[in-house]
């Protein structure tokens, strides 16, 4: 995670409404052991960052998780949180005595974070270490967090980012999917963040710009040997993945049908979350042209009808 612990309390909102009776105390944990023990994960934003770069960071978390719940990918639940001029944002991990959170950094073989690593180092952990793990599932679900990514143009999903559960058993160690979170560079946060910070231009979403930045700052799951940096491109590998594995390619347009922006900003807003017109403005610009290139590489590999195009077009009042 990026932040520091603060040694103090916090205040954390439970419910809809910013009013008294609905903040609890929670004593934060100083290290990261205590934290597993404890069950509760702060991550606090520097007060000293550009004020909309700090308010984003935290949104951005809140909104990936309503998008992936949308679509069926487990991303662990987050709230908003802060004391004073800290803020931050706050989750709860349930995890008994023999469980333990590892990243993929522990389990992967060589720097690439592909699919195929994924594949390879999961077979290597079967055969050579004796763990037990479904090797489908977890590739289903790394699977699965690639599609979110591309859709929340995520820049910041290395092989520290995707987490996992080792779990002491009897007869030796079991490996299984974990709930994604650290999600805080979504949305081309890295491009924007450079663009704000050296005042480089305006904040006006440029789609052209937007994707060429992406593509040169991501980091993100893959799906061939080498690294493309071009987002279409991207786009195409996964679904020429998905031809080939029906189960893969049942979730990838369901999740293009489920997504849903104005869903996601309305609930959020619901629960007491503050949002500029600035930022929703990039969340919909962003997700907007996200689901226009994937409708374009459906319809290319004829995975997509033109007929459900247009049903998806008026459904979302999209300009597809």
């Given amino acids: 995670m990026e932040s520091s612990l603060i040694n103090s309390n916090i205040y954390i909102n439970l419910g809809k409404n910013l009013v008294k009776n609905k903040w609890k105390n929670i004593k934060i944990c100083t290290t990261f052991s205590d934290m ?4 509760v994960t702060i991550k606090v934003f520097n007060s000293n960052s550009l004020n909309f ?8 978390e809140i909104v990936c998780c309503n998008l992936a719940n949308q679509i069926g990918v487990a991303c662990l639940p987050c709230e908003m949180a802060h004391k004073d001029d800290v803020n931050g944002i706050i989750t709860k991990q349930n995890l008994n005595r023999n469980q333990k959170i590892i990243s993929a950094a522990g389990i992967l073989y060589g720097t690439t974070n592909s699919y195929s690593n994924f594949k390879k180092s999961l077979e290597m952990l079967q055969k050579s270490y004796k763990f037990k793990l479904d090797k489908d599932e977890i590739l289903f679900h790394i699977y699965k967090i690639a599609v979110i990514d591309l859709l929340t143009f995520q820049t910041d ?18 490996l299984k999917p974990y709930p994604i979170y650290d999600n805080e560079f979504a949305f081309g946060l890295r491009f924007l963040y450079k663009k704000l910070v050296n005042k480089q231009g305006n904040k006006n979403f440029d789609e052209t710009e937007f994707l060429k930045q992406y593509c040169h700052d991501a980091m993100c799951i893959t799906f061939s040997k080498k690294h493309s940096y071009n987002y279409e491109d991207l786009v195409d590998e996964l679904i ?4 080939s594995n ?6 990838l347009l ?8 104005d869903k996601c900003l309305n609930d959020i807003k619901k ?3 503050i949002l500029t017109k600035e930022q929703e403005d990039i969340y919909s610009n962003c997700i907007n042209l996200s ?6 590489e459906l319809l290319k590999h004829k995975i997509l009808t033109k007929k459900q195009k247009t049903a998806l077009n008026a459904e979302q009042n999209l300009n597809l």
């Fill in 240 to 243: 020429v993945l998905s031809k």
């Fill in 36 to 39: 597993q023990k404890k069950g």
């Fill in 157 to 174: 999903r290395h092989k520290y980012n995707v987490p996992f559960i080792v779990e002491k058993e009897n007869d030796g160690k079991s």
């Fill in 271 to 273: 629960k007491g979350v």
């Fill in 53 to 60: 770069i700090k308010e984003i960071k935290k949104t951005n």
């Fill in 254 to 261: 369901n999740a293009i049908n489920s997504i849903n922006i």
């Fill in 246 to 251: 029906p189960l893969y390619k049942t979730f």
């Fill in 291 to 296: 689901k226009k290139i994937f409708v374009k």
